[in-house]
T-cell receptor, first 112, second 111 residues
Framework: DTEVTQTPKHLVMGMTNKKSLKCEQHMGHRAMYWYKQKAKKPPELMFVYSYEKLSINESVPSRFSPECPNSSLLNLHLHALQPEDSALYLC???????????FGQGTRLTVV | GQQVMQIPQYQHVQEGEDFTTYCNSSTTLSNIQWYKQRPGGHPVFLIQLVKSGEVKKQKRLTFQFGEAKKNSSLHITATQTTDVGTYFCAGPSLDAGKSTFGDGTTLTVKP
């Protein structure tokens, strides 16, 4: 199994809503990542978990809250988002930190 | 902080022509990865280079890592319409910093 699965694929939420993005991998990878990608831009790193511990937080606003319940799962909890947070949110995993990464299909988020 | 630049930003070619994208880092890299993202899709891992001067080939794609481990290139021979997409390089600094993506090169291929 070489897949990273993300749900949902699309999400529309209001600025007062709370929602969660989910990511799952069964490749035994020890590093998992959340990226944000705006149109025509490269993926922008948000968070890195290594061995289930948060190792990098790229000064992301607190309205984004990551969680790693176990080595296969990664969540991103969203609360009180702004319209400018609308983007493609990508989850990725790699065997070790900073090695080749496998990306999920992403969640296309629209904040209204 | 580390900066990774890619040129050109856009490349339009006729099918059958060759294509090259260049990646330059402001810092020495421990490795470099290349990804392809189709329109509306997600980045897909192509290859990782680790050694100074390394060259790897995948069918019509040739990847090089510079001797100083600060630059890299991807060359596609005889492009096909299936090569359309944005090609990103990404790599962490030797100080084990986070991996930074280049801005990407978007390739369009005219049949």
């Amino acid at each position: 199994d070489t897949e990273v699965t993300q749900t949902p694929k699309h999400l529309v939420m209001g600025m007062t809503n709370k929602k969660s993005l989910k990511c799952e991998q069964h490749m035994g990878h020890r590093a998992m990542y959340w990226y944000k990608q705006k149109a025509k831009k490269p993926p922008e790193l948000m968070f890195v978990y290594s061995y289930e511990k948060l190792s990098i937080n790229e000064s992301v606003p607190s309205r984004f809250s990551p969680e790693c319940p176990n080595s296969s799962l990664l969540n991103l909890h969203l609360h009180a988002l702004q319209p400018e947070d609308s983007a493609l949110y990508l989850c990725a995993s790699s065997q070790d930190y900073n090695t080749e990464a496998f990306f999920g299909q992403g969640t296309r988020l629209t904040v209204v | 902080g580390q900066q990774v630049m890619q040129i050109p930003q856009y490349q339009h070619v006729q099918e059958g022509e060759d294509f090259t994208t260049y990646c330059n880092s402001s810092t020495t890299l421990s490795n470099i990865q290349w990804y392809k993202q189709r329109p509306g899709g997600h980045p897909v891992f192509l290859i990782q280079l680790v050694k100074s001067g390394e060259v790897k080939k995948q069918k019509r794609l040739t990847f090089q890592f510079g001797e100083a481990k600060k630059n890299s290139s991807l060359h596609i021979t005889a492009t096909q319409t299936t090569d359309v997409g944005t090609y990103f390089c990404a790599g962490p600094s030797l100080d084990a910093g986070k991996s930074t993506f280049g801005d990407g090169t978007t390739l369009t291929v005219k049949p």
